[in-house]
């Protein structure tokens, strides 16, 4: 099964997690044969975040494809860019947040539950 | 943790699944907390190929990320670009072929078990 994520219609997600403004989500997929929840291509326009919030038993990630952000990893700051892959750890809490005044920042987001 | 796919240095991959030519790829991550067993990028220059095979009880996603190519998805030949995600299904057979003389065929490549 085959589909395309920049042709997509993405869904407005305000506030997600707490964080500031609307930020757009596509379900890239909605089933998977395994425990695998969802699998999203997300884009956050300029002064838009996803805000701190604690994972349970699973590892999620973030792959940044476009964009300039500050991510919270490991109790940490630390900028990110194209090419940067974020593995949150179980029970590990983060946050986003795109810094650019003028560039969205255009990322996949999955995650694999820890029972897999 | 956070690591960069573009700036990694990639490990050369010949007749990768018995496919054409060379391919590179980057291990982004070598240790997962869940029962992921690699998570990839890779790169298919003009003229090489990931060869037919076929996947046991997991499901594998191929997320193009640049270039064009024709990727054998549950029997039929299907053009892929830019944005195409492919969920490869439990035991499901496939293959990817780079059909551009002249760009590659940049891509993420992940697999989760099935096994729960």
New interface residues.
């Given amino acids: 099964?085959?589909?395309?994520?920049?042709?997509a219609t993405p869904t407005d997600v305000p506030n997600c997690h707490d964080g500031e403004g609307t930020i757009q989500v596509v379900e890239?997929?909605d089933q998977?044969?395994?425990?695998?929840p969802y699998?999203h291509y997300t884009v956050l326009p300029p002064g838009t975040s996803v805000g701190l919030h604690q994972h349970g038993n699973?590892?999620e990630?973030y792959?940044i494809?476009e964009g300039n952000g500050i991510?919270t990893?490991?109790g940490q700051d630390?900028p990110?860019?194209?090419?940067?892959?974020?593995?949150n750890?179980?029970y590990g809490e983060h946050a986003l947040v795109n810094i650019s005044a003028t560039e969205p920042l255009k990322m996949?987001v999955f995650e694999?539950?820890?029972?897999?």
């Fill in positions: 099964m085959i589909r395309n994520f920049l042709t890239i997929f998977f044969a395994t425990a695998m699998f699973d590892e990630f792959v494809l991510m990893d490991e630390k990110v860019t194209a090419g940067d892959v974020i593995k750890p179980p996949l694999v539950p820890c029972t897999v």
